[in-house]
T-cell receptor, first 112, second 115 residues
Framework: NAGVTQTPKFHILKTGQSMTLQCAQD?????LSWYRQDPGMGLRRIHY???????DKGEVPDGYNVSRSNTEDFPLRLLSAAPSQTSVYFC???????????FGQGTRLTVV | KNEVEQSPQNLTAQEGEFITINCSYS?????LHWLQQHPGGGIVSLFM???GKKKHGRLIATINIQEKHSSLHITASHPRDSAVYIC?????????????????FGQGTILTVHP
């Protein structure tokens, strides 16, 4: 079982560039979310989706965009990268909100 | 005051020792999660519990809903247990807006087990 797959694992981006972090899950989970993990800040939710076609903002959504066109995929877009977006990004899925969470391996992003 | 607090922040042990990590929370929750993250690695769900105790191998998690406290125990610790352990509390599903389905994470406990 693949579970939650994130790509890429590592990436270096220049300030002002855009990119998309990919998240795919094969467990037919409805609830998907993106988190960023920063030293001393813990994990903070960026955006989330409860079903295909439904997305909403988390606690740190600025500078990021998401869409959910199907159950499996939940891409995170950085619109115009800034050094403050240097972080480790995790995608997580669960069958329902509050259910057991399954995390991807993370994407380590550096914005220079 | 953080809504989810863990202690200790750092823990060093010798192989074979019994380890306890504590988590206290002030949010209303439906269940509590314990997660494990190895250095440079992904995050793995260890337990999700809403009452009592759960055991998986050498790992035991307990929760006291009334006292809003949970503990993660590791028996006969081993160097491969070295990792960051994180507890997380989900908001009640019927909370709206930015808190809907939100997981509030503790700061994590860095565990190092020496051989």
């Amino acid at each position: 079982n693949a579970g939650v797959t994130q790509t890429p694992k590592f990436h270096i981006l220049k300030t002002g560039q855009s990119m998309t972090l990919q998240c795919a899950q094969d467990m037919n989970h409805g609830y998907l979310s993106w988190y960023r993990q920063d030293p001393g800040m813990g994990l903070r939710r960026i955006h989330y989706s409860v079903a295909a076609g439904i997305t909403d903002k988390g606690e740190v959504p600025d500078g990021y965009n998401v869409s959910r066109s199907n159950t499996e995929d939940f891409p995170l877009r950085l619109l115009s990268a800034a050094p403050s977006q240097t972080s480790v990004y995790f995608c997580a899925s669960s069958y329902r909100t509050g259910g057991e969470a399954f995390f991807g391996q993370g994407t380590r992003l550096t914005v220079v | 005051k953080n809504e989810v607090e863990q202690s200790p922040q750092n823990l060093t042990a010798q192989e074979g020792e019994f380890i306890t990590i504590n988590c206290s929370y002030s949010v209303g929750i439906s269940a509590l999660h314990w997660l494990q993250q190895h250095p440079g690695g992904g995050i793995v769900s260890l337990f999700m519990l809403s009452s009592g105790k759960k055991k998986h191998g050498r790992l035991i998690a307990t929760i006291n809903i009334q006292e809003k406290h949970s503990s993660l125990h590791i028996t006969a610790s081993h160097p491969r247990d070295s990792a960051v352990y994180i507890c997380a509390a989900p908001s009640f599903p019927n909370a709206g807006g930015t808190s809907y389905g939100k997981l509030t994470f503790g700061q994590g406990t860095i565990l190092t087990v020496h051989p």
